[in-house]
């Protein structure tokens, strides 16, 4: 049962970073307003393929919450189920008011249906494995209780997916999002790795544990500042178009705080490293952080010097968001160490 659970948790950690991946595609393509409902696609379980389909029909059946597109002016939402008659009748619909979007594009309602797809697929295993959680009750309360907190977890972030939408994109709102998706990445990593029966031969330090820790905070406080400066060429490309060369001729504080910090990122986790191999503390992972320091690094450069090359912006994100998972890996390692030491 043991292998199961830890199986089941390390297809729901790939299916998490999934979507992060495909949330990353939505915002490189601009594609978070897709579907201007939540949790159907313009009332679809199915989203439509072309614009076609959100013209109104005669004599067809529509379903309530189901939309169209009147005149390129406005969403119309089905009030009930009903069948239309051959002419259109106003008192059917009413005027989708949650935002003022008004624009179906195929491509953005489909990267946007495939990342609340992905989003959903991803859940199915957290539900396997909170039940599966509780034949460790009796070992480790915390294992069950994680669980369950990963769960809800999902629940709110699904949640937050649909006042992102309703807010048609609030920064703060994509932000928040963004950080339950790191928490509920941190949360699984934790139920991975309680659930191991044998650990590798490792030393704790406690200078290495402080700077760890503090290196985890940052790579956090990047991402969300990463997030922020990513809302900034959002509102750029809105008023610029795709002159990528101007979307950083002026940029805000935030992204010269988040590019300035990111040289103490690198200093710390290479101070990591120095530690961790001058001191045999025998924490092998801490080369994958270097190595994605490094290409955040280098993702950053290609982006303000070389006018963002395609998939920069979501590798840049997705790097991060794997460089905040070893990181936590690495964390409950060096706790699971120091609990031994205290107990020795």
């Known amino acids: ?59 067809r059946t529509y379903e309530e919450g189901m939309m169209i597109l009147m005149d390129h ?18 008192s059917d619909w009413e005027v989708y008011s949650k935002h003022d979007y008004t624009t179906y594009d195929p491509v953005h309602t489909w990267v946007e249906y495939i990342n609340r797809l992905t989003g959903v697929l991803s859940g199915i295993p957290i539900l396997i494995f909170t039940v599966l959680a509780f034949w460790f009750w009796k070992k480790n309360k915390w294992i069950p209780l994680i669980s369950v907190l990963t769960l809800f977890g999902m ?18 709102k994509i932000t928040i999002h963004m950080v339950m998706a790191l928490l509920i990445v941190a949360f699984i990593l934790y139920l991975i790795f309680a ?39 959002d509102e750029q490309t809105k008023l610029l178009g795709f002159q990528k060369s101007l979307w950083l001729a002026s940029p805000e504080l935030n992204f010269y705080i988040h590019r300035s910090t990111s040289i103490l990122v690198l200093v710390l986790n290479g101070y990591l490293w120095y530690l961790n191999r001058s001191n045999s503390l025998g924490f092998h992972k801490i080369k994958l952080v270097i190595y994605c320091v490094l290409l955040e690094a280098a993702t950053g450069i290609l982006m303000y010097y070389f006018d963002f090359p395609f998939l920069s912006q979501p590798l840049h994100l997705v790097i991060a968001s794997i460089l905040f998972g070893i990181q936590c890996y690495i964390l409950l390692e060096c706790l699971h160490k120091k609990r031994e030491k205290q107990q020795a």
């Not at 406005?74 to 259109?88: C, P, Q, Y």
């Open 73 to 90: 002016e406005a969403f119309l939402v089905a009030k009930t189920d009903f069948i239309s008659g051959e002419k259109f009748n106003a």
């Open 195 to 233: 659930s191991k029966t044998t650990y590798k031969p490792q030393k704790y330090q406690k200078r290495f544990y402080n700077i760890l820790l503090l290196a985890l905070v940052l790579s956090l406080v990047q991402i969300i500042l990463g997030t922020q400066v990513r809302q900034f060429i």
């Open 1 to 59: 049962m043991k292998n199961k659970f830890r199986t089941v948790s390390k297809i729901a950690l790939v299916l998490i970073y999934l979507v992060i991946v495909a949330g990353a595609v939505v915002r490189m393509t601009g594609s978070g307003m897709g579907c201007p409902d939540w949790p159907k696609c313009f009332g679809y379980f199915i989203p439509p393929t072309e614009s076609s389909q959100l013209l109104f029909e005669a004599n």
């Open 155 to 172: 629940g709110f972030q699904a949640w937050l997916g649909k006042t992102v939408v309703d807010s048609n994109l609030a920064p703060y």
